[in-house]
């Protein structure tokens, strides 16, 4: 297991809107995508896309553009632009792919309130429907871009911006569940359900839960999605041969929870921290062979190698997402930023570091 080594840096450079929004300061999810990179924060529902100003090497990412879900697909909540908390993001095929974290949240208590008020707000525990969302945008090429559309046919076969049916939500399958079902009323960061992580290869679609971790075992869920020529707007799930809509992997991250996942070639990199509001430790693994396992795996021993230990800060720089950079680069990306990380311009510094 190596150190955290700064390869070198690049500038993130967010729009006025964005910036108002605090998305640059929210940083949830991040993929690379050819000359553009894909960001999410956590307080909108929407997706961005900044471009490179050097395919080789870039130094910046900018020219900021948004992209409202709710252009795209029906999003469940009464609000369209209610924040959706996109956890993740993942680029795959023809496909965008976005996943809110499904979460509860628990009120946090501010320096302004004592007293009862301040244990009222701690007891309150609410939900917002645009977290439970899991997204799938066809992209094709506009001068040059990528960008997402409603609407893509590509060989005679037309594809349509799909959501997770609600028949399918994930919160309702896994009221039954052995090991999650019993953390689903809990918040996310009292290691309660929260989905930070997604990788997509083929028809495989791996989420990395933050929490629940159980006795330090924390669960990635792998889900088959498909669509029904009479709804292509919606996504269904195909069942596993145990009949389950899902399959369960857990992982041995030596009690942390995961952040994001990543595919590097038949693997994937889990960016793994705290399941609760703590600031570290931050790690990334390599689950060997993950994108071709056939079977719910008790992942640890040799399936699993510890290949980075990343920096943190106390109250910030909380490494959030993470993104291939060629074939042995990451760029990390940051919730929180020390004021280290931030401009005068309203750019943001993330990291790229070479993997051992």
């Known amino acids: 297991m190596w150190a955290m080594t700064v390869d070198y840096t690049v500038r993130l450079r967010f729009s006025d809107e964005s910036q108002a929004a605090a998305t640059h300061t929210n940083l949830s999810a991040v993929r690379l995508d050819g000359r553009a990179l894909w960001i999410a924060g956590d307080e909108t529902a929407t997706i961005e896309r900044l471009i490179a100003d050097d395919t080789e090497r870039p130094a910046e990412f900018g020219q900021e553009a948004r992209f409202r879900l709710a252009d795209y697909v029906d999003l469940p909540g009464a609000d369209a632009d209610e924040e959706a908390d996109v956890e993740g993001l993942a680029r795959n095929g023809h496909f965008l792919w976005a996943v809110g974290s499904h979460s509860l949240r628990r009120k946090q208590i501010k320096d302004r309130h004592v007293g009862p008020k301040a244990l009222r707000r701690l007891a309150r525990v609410e939900g917002q429907d645009n977290r439970q969302i899991l997204v799938r945008l066809p992209v094709t090429d506009v001068d ?10 590509v060989d005679g076969v037309r594809h349509r911006a799909a959501a997770l049916s609600a028949r399918d939500d994930l919160r309702r399958l896994l009221r039954d569940d052995e090991h999650l079902a019993p953390f689903l009323p809990i918040p996310g960061k009292d290691n309660g359900l929260d989905i930070e992580g997604i990788a997509v290869r083929d028809d495989r679609v791996f989420l990395g839960l933050r929490g629940p971790v159980l006795r330090g075992w924390a669960f990635v869920l792998e889900l088959r999605p498909y669509v029904l020529g009479s709804e292509p707007g919606r996504l269904r799930l195909h069942r596993f ?7 369960k992997h857990v992982l041995d991250l030596e009690g942390l929870g995961v952040r994001d996942l990543c595919p590097a070639g038949n693997d994937l990199l889990v960016l793994a921290g705290p399941t609760m509001d703590l600031d570290g430790p931050v790690r990334i693994y390599r689950w060997h062979d993950a994108c071709v396992a056939e079977q719910p795996t008790i992942v640890r021993h040799d399936l699993i190698t510890r290949e980075l230990e990343l920096t943190y800060g106390e109250g910030d720089d ?13 760029l990390v990306v940051y919730d929180s930023p020390a004021a280290v990380r931030l401009e005068a311009d309203g750019a943001v510094i993330a990291d790229v570091l070479k993997l051992p």
């Open 144 to 153: 040059g871009v990528p960008t997402p559309v409603r609407e893509l046919t």
């Open 241 to 247: 041969e145990d009949g389950l809509p899902y399959r």
């Open 318 to 330: 909380h490494a959030e997402g993470l993104s291939m950079m060629g074939t042995d680069r990451v």
